[in-house]
T-cell receptor
Framework: GNSVTQMEGPVTLSEEAFLTINCTYT??????LFWYVQYPGEGLQLLLK?????DKGSNKGFEATYRKETTSFHLEKGSVQVSDSAVYFC??????????FGRGTSLIVHP | DTAVSQTPKYLVTQMGNDKSIKCEQN?????MYWYKQDSKKFLKIMFS???????INETVPNRFSPKSPDKAHLNLHINSLELGDSAVYFC????????????FGNGTRLTVT
């Protein structure tokens, strides 16, 4: 079946550091790929998405590129802020795909 | 206006009781979902309805029964609650097309004592 694997956390960074959270997926065909963010006590919110190979999704300084050849969708941000501290989920869905989430990666940013 | 709303936000109950969680979305979406999030933040899909019809029913004990009276509502009823049912339950909705993301409610934290 389809699956999403993302790096285990927590990821702990200082403010203004560079962030990478790795995500790879297994699926037949070409699902759409998403990153969601979850702040404490809240539901998941869409952060960015990409719908086909080589697409780059971006939002609030975060970026991820849909790499079909490596089945990856790594999340990056050039300079993190304390307010970025949250849990980040990589996911695939679309069409006949059951929306499937990775295990989540907790990000902690220190001042 | 809240797009996906769940009630209650917190639910504390004893083993063996029966409880319900309600979910409503005002986005006009045709597909709704229930997810269970455990203490390690792992999200597991439980059910999905499309236009009031059940389309996804993962391996969930039959003590859990979803009900969709219309496409804007998807409720979850749980019978004979067990300690292991303690988790955060999220309702979500989406349009049934390739690019549509899920919109989540803020969750219901269920604690079974």
């Amino acid at each position: 079946g389809n699956s999403v694997t993302q790096m285990e956390g927590p990821v702990t960074l200082s403010e203004e550091a560079f962030l990478t959270i790795n995500c790879t997926y297994t699926a037949t065909g070409y699902p759409s790929l998403f990153w969601y963010v979850q702040y404490p006590g809240e539901g998941l919110q869409l952060l960015l998405k990409a719908t086909k190979a080589d697409d780059k999704g971006s939002n609030k300084g975060f970026e991820a590129t849909y790499r079909k050849e490596t089945t990856s969708f790594h999340l990056e941000k050039g300079s993190v802020q304390v307010s970025d501290s949250a849990v980040y989920f990589c996911a695939l869905s679309g069409g006949s795909y059951i929306p499937t989430f990775g295990r989540g990666t907790s990000l902690i940013v220190h001042p | 206006d809240t797009a996906v709303s769940q009630t209650p936000k917190y639910l504390v109950t004893q083993m063996g009781n029966d409880k319900s969680i309600k979910c409503e979305q005002n986005l006009g979406h045709d597909t709704m979902y229930w997810y269970k999030q455990d203490s390690k933040k792992f999200l597991k899909i439980m059910f999905s309805y499309n236009n009031k019809e059940l389309i996804i029913n993962e391996t969930v004990p039959n003590r859990f029964s979803p009900k969709s009276p219309d496409k804007a509502h998807l409720n979850l009823h749980i019978n004979s609650l067990e300690l292991g049912d303690s988790a955060v339950y999220f309702c979500a909705s989406s349009q049934m097309d390739t690019n549509s993301p899920l919109h989540f409610g803020n969750g219901t934290r269920l604690t079974v004592t």
